[in-house]
């Protein structure tokens, strides 16, 4: 199976994916990295490991329409059968998302439903919660809404800080994201409505 991963930070999530695939325990090709900003640190980890980048700036295109219709025909080129969303920080269209149905993933840095958006951490800390922690979904058009593969909780302390917190969350995302990814590959993600049966 082909993989591309979406970047659009510093891709900590994607190196995680990369030494997980290099140590053979992703079982596929992370044939391509796909980033919407040039100067991200994602693209100098997969220029590192080997890996095909390709940049596509919204700014460059007049409509979203243009700009997913490029991307997608890359993806097509590549074979790509699975999407990994690591940090990028943009919402694919509804046509996008039916293009690859039951094939996006993405990770959140917060326990869904809680903490939707982009400050799932920040939120978290700031709302007082005991516990937080990433999880895996598959996507869907409703923003942080998919059926969830995978969560693992964080225990949130009174020593914490918001920077240790998500050192903490981000050390997780790191196991889960390669898990998950690994059970896609093996077929083994089953969607039952909202829920999704990890077969044995
Ligand atoms: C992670 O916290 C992830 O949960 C969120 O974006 C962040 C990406 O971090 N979706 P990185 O670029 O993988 O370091």
Redesign the pocket.
């Given at each position: 199976m082909n993989i591309a991963v979406f970047?659009s930070?510093?891709?900590?999530?994607?190196q995680a994916i990369i030494d997980s695939q290099k140590k053979g325990y992703i079982k596929a090709e992370i044939k391509l990295v796909v980033s919407d900003m040039p100067d991200c640190y994602?693209l100098t980890r997969a220029k590192n490991a080997g890996i095909k980048t390709v940049v596509v700036e919204r700014k460059n295109y007049k409509v979203k329409k243009d700009f997913e219709a490029e991307i997608i025909n890359t993806l097509k080129k590549e074979g790509i059968g699975l999407i990994v969303?690591?940090?990028y920080m943009r919402m694919l269209s509804e046509d996008f998302i039916k293009a690859y149905e039951n094939k996006i993933l993405?990770?959140?840095?917060a326990l869904l439903p809680s903490f939707k958006g982009t400050r799932?951490?920040k939120d978290a800390f700031e709302y007082g919660v005991k516990v937080t922690g990433?999880t895996v979904h598959f996507v869907t058009v409703d923003m942080d809404a998919g059926p969830v593969i995978m969560q693992s909780p964080v225990k949130v302390t009174e020593d914490d800080t918001e920077e240790s917190l998500a050192q903490a969350?981000?050390e997780e995302?790191h196991k889960i994201y390669p898990r998950a990814i690994q059970l896609f590959v093996e077929g083994k993600l089953k969607i039952e409505g909202r829920k999704v049966r990890i077969l044995k």
């Open positions: 970047c930070g510093s891709g900590t999530n994607l994602a969303l690591a940090g993405n990770i959140h840095p799932g951490i990433p969350i981000h995302e």
